[in-house]
């Protein structure tokens, strides 16, 4: 069974644009969450689908947004690009709305730079 | 407030050493416990994940521990091995996940 996968697998843009990140989940899943991570931060949740429906949000800027298709495959969406956004953004999916009580497995994640 | 405290910050041991990394957390209520081995560049991958029942669970050279009483987890690294340098996240599980920062292990030969 494939892996959850991520594109692109490295970005860069510059500060101002927008960028669109995209997660195939694995098969069957219908859960993706989405996380940060910048070095020292440890993974920070920004949102998560179930079923196409935004179940939770962190506490993000509104430039940070996301969807879910009918296949379960998500996007996520960054407006107006700043420096401190760079970082890998993962993306994670699971059985179970929460991914608390089946396991949630990882994509290799997108790593973003901006300039 | 729900939070997971990891230590060390970072480790380096020699190739062959064993080592534990650490794990306190405070969420409640509590469900699972879940350690993952996260390659720098790369997603975390699960190595262990424990409910509130178990107090301990292998995954080769990995054996983990949960104290559910002290609110305490560990991670136990046998025999190290090069690949083994990686940071390891401990997540704490309750309405929902909760995330350390990771320990960041560095094995040298």
């Known amino acids: 069974k494939a892996g959850v996968t991520q594109t692109p697998r490295y970005l860069i843009k510059t500060r101002g644009q927008q960028v669109t990140l995209s997660c195939s989940p694995i098969?069957?899943?219908?859960?993706v969450s989405w996380y940060q991570q910048t070095p020292g931060q440890g993974l920070q949740f920004l949102f998560e689908?179930?079923?196409?429906?935004?179940?939770n949000k962190g506490n993000f800027p509104g430039r940070f947004s996301g969807r879910q298709f009918s296949n379960s495959r998500s996007e996520m969406n960054v407006s107006t690009l700043e420096l401190g956004d760079s970082a890998l953004y993962l993306c994670a999916s699971s059985l179970d709305p929460t991914g608390t009580v089946y396991e949630q497995y990882f994509g290799p994640g997108t790593r973003l730079t901006v300039t | 407030k729900n939070q997971v405290e990891q230590s060390p910050q970072s480790l380096i041991i020699l190739e062959g050493k064993n080592c534990t990394l650490q794990c306190n957390y405070t969420v409640s209520p509590f469900s699972n416990l879940r350690w993952y081995k996260q390659d720098t560049g790369r997603g975390p991958v699960s190595l262990t994940i424990?409910?509130?029942?178990?107090n301990t669970k292998s995954n080769g050279r990995y054996t983990a521990t949960l104290d559910a009483d002290t609110k305490q987890s560990s991670l136990h690294i046998t025999a190290s091995q090069l690949s083994d340098s990686a940071s390891y996240i401990c997540v704490a599980i309750t309405d929902k996940l909760i995330f350390g920062t990771g320990t960041r292990l560095q094995v040298f030969p």
């Open positions: 098969s069957g899943h219908r859960s």
């Open positions: 689908y179930f079923s196409e429906t935004q179940r």
């Open positions: 424990m409910t509130f029942s178990e």
